[in-house]
């Protein structure tokens, strides 16, 4: 079982910036693909970023593209979402997910990943 680790979140106002930071246990970390989904409440999971297992690749939801980036260091099992220029549509809860398969063109999809973070609550006011 693949624990994921959490933090960086917080209330910020509309223009700020935030890094989430989501740490992995066990040591195949850099056999898996990694997300982040988020969610608010009434409102159905939402892609907003994916990397491959080295790194080589983004993918990113037109919502966020421009102005987040997800990047990771396999050496420190970490995945990271650097949020900038927030706005009050990025309200919501933030999970970071892992996939052990290697479907690269599903990674938007939720039930591509079989391990999934406690969530991290980003509020952005106006």
């Known amino acids: 079982q693949v624990q994921l680790v959490e933090s960086g979140g917080g209330l910020v106002q509309a223009g700020d910036s935030l890094r989430l930071s989501c740490v992995a246990s066990?040591?195949?970390?850099?056999?898996?693909?990694m997300g982040w989904f988020r969610q608010d409440p009434g409102k159905e999971r939402e892609f907003v970023a994916a990397i491959t297992s080295r790194g080589e690749s983004r993918k990113y939801a037109d919502s966020v593209q421009g102005r987040f980036t997800i990047s990771r260091d396999n050496a420190k099992n970490t995945v990271y979402l650097q949020m900038n220029n927030l706005k009050p549509e990025d309200t919501a809860v933030y999970y970071c997910?892992?996939?052990?398969?290697?479907?690269?063109?599903?990674?938007?999809?939720?039930?591509?990943?079989?391990?999934w973070g406690q969530g991290s609550q980003v509020t952005v006011s106006s």
């Open positions: 066990g040591r195949t970390f850099g056999a898996y693909k």
């Open positions: 997910a892992a996939s052990p398969m290697g479907n690269w063109w599903l990674a938007m999809r939720s039930d591509e990943y079989d391990y």
